[in-house]
C-alpha cells in the first residue's frame, strides 16, 4: 500500500531550525506533487509548501513561510522541508501529501491531495 512516513519533528526554541522528511512508498511518485500542510489546534488544515519533481523549478509557498522555509526532493519519492527563524506560531502537527493529478490551481488545496502521512509535532518556544 501506499505509505507516507514524516520525520524530524520536535521542539525548538524560538529563532531556531529544523528539517522535515518525508518518505512515500508503495509506487512510483515521480508525476506527483508532494507538499506539506499543518494544522495547530483549534485552527483547520492550512497549505505550506509544494513541489513537482516532474518540474523541480515549479514550488509554491505560503506567504507565511515565504523567506524561511524551503522545500525541496531528493529524488521522487523523498521531500524535505528546512525550517528555519521559527516562530510560536509555526507549533502545528506537520503533514506530508502526496497529490497523483497536480494542477497549478489545485496545489495550495488539501482537497486535491491522494495520500497523507500520520504527522509530526513542531513545537516553538518563545
Known amino acids: 500500500q501506499v505509505q507516507l512516513v514524516e520525520s524530524g519533528g520536535g521542539s525548538v526554541q524560538a529563532g531556531g531550525s529544523l528539517r522535515l522528511s518525508c518518505a512515500a512508498s508503495?509506487?512510483?511518485?515521480?508525476?506527483?506533487?508532494l507538499g506539506w500542510f499543518r494544522q495547530a489546534t483549534g485552527k483547520e488544515r492550512e497549505f505550506v509548501a509544494t513541489?513537482?519533481?516532474?518540474?523541480?523549478?515549479?514550488t509554491y509557498y505560503a506567504d507565511s513561510v515565504k523567506g524561511r522555509f524551503t522545500i525541496s526532493r531528493d529524488n521522487a519519492n523523498t521531500v524535505y522541508l528546512q525550517m528555519n527563524s521559527l516562530k510560536p506560531e509555526d507549533t502545528a502537527v506537520y503533514y506530508c501529501?502526496?497529490?497523483?493529478?497536480?494542477?497549478?490551481?489545485?496545489?495550495?488545496?488539501?482537497?486535491?491531495?491522494?495520500?497523507w502521512g500520520q504527522g509530526t509535532q513542531v513545537t516553538v518556544s518563545s
Open positions: 501529501a502526496a497529490d497523483r493529478y497536480p494542477t497549478n490551481w489545485g496545489l495550495r488545496n488539501a482537497h486535491e491531495y491522494d495520500y
Open positions: 508503495g509506487r512510483t511518485f515521480s508525476g506527483y506533487a
Open positions: 513541489t513537482k519533481w516532474s518540474d523541480g523549478t515549479v
